[in-house]
């Protein structure tokens, strides 16, 4: 069954969308966007202490796997890129807080890097959100927005010394 208009038991009741949902957190009305990165925001908690090597084993399984978890919810939904499905902002938000100080400032900026170049999409990110499509077209464009930020998070941090 195609839709595009998912509603609550449609999501919960399919673990794919489920997890493509950001756990319902893409069921949003507003931002969904935003709040399936707030639903990154213990993870990383989580995951910052733990080893490099976990934090970076785990983001790149969610990213590995949140493809072909992104792709099929796209094709379940007909829909190319819902805006319901956040998976790829978690997996984008975990990008972009790699190596980052958990500290409550550089967690602040992360989101808002995050955020900002997610929505604003500069070149290539809105290149690439056109062009590719699939899972990987879902997925890929959040994953450079979380490299940008990246970047730029370790650059302040480079600067402040901390």
């Not at 978690?90 to 190596?99: E, P, Y």
């Not at 955020?115 to 990987?136: A, E, H, M, N, Y």
Request: with cysteine; proline share 5%.
């Amino acid at each position: 069954m195609k839709f595009s208009h998912p509603n609550v038991s449609e999501i919960l009741s399919n673990p794919i969308n489920l997890l493509a949902f950001g756990l319902g957190s893409g069921l949003s009305p507003v931002a969904p966007g935003t709040f399936g990165t707030l639903i990154a925001v213990p993870l990383y908690l989580v995951l910052a202490s733990h080893s490099t090597w976990i934090y970076i084993t785990i983001t790149m399984v969610l990213l590995i796997s949140g493809i072909w978890i992104c792709g099929r919810s796209a094709r379940n939904l007909g829909v190319h890129d819902h805006s319901g499905i956040v998976l790829d902002e978690i997996v984008g938000f975990l990008i972009a807080m790699a190596l980052v100080p958990v500290r409550w400032y550089w967690l602040l900026l992360g989101f808002v890097l995050f955020r900002l170049f997610d929505i604003i999409k500069p070149w290539p990110i809105r290149l690439i959100d056109q062009r590719v499509s699939g899972g990987t077209g879902i997925m890929l464009d959040d994953v450079i927005a979380g490299l940008f930020a990246l970047l730029v998070l370790q650059g302040c941090i480079w600067v402040s010394g901390s």
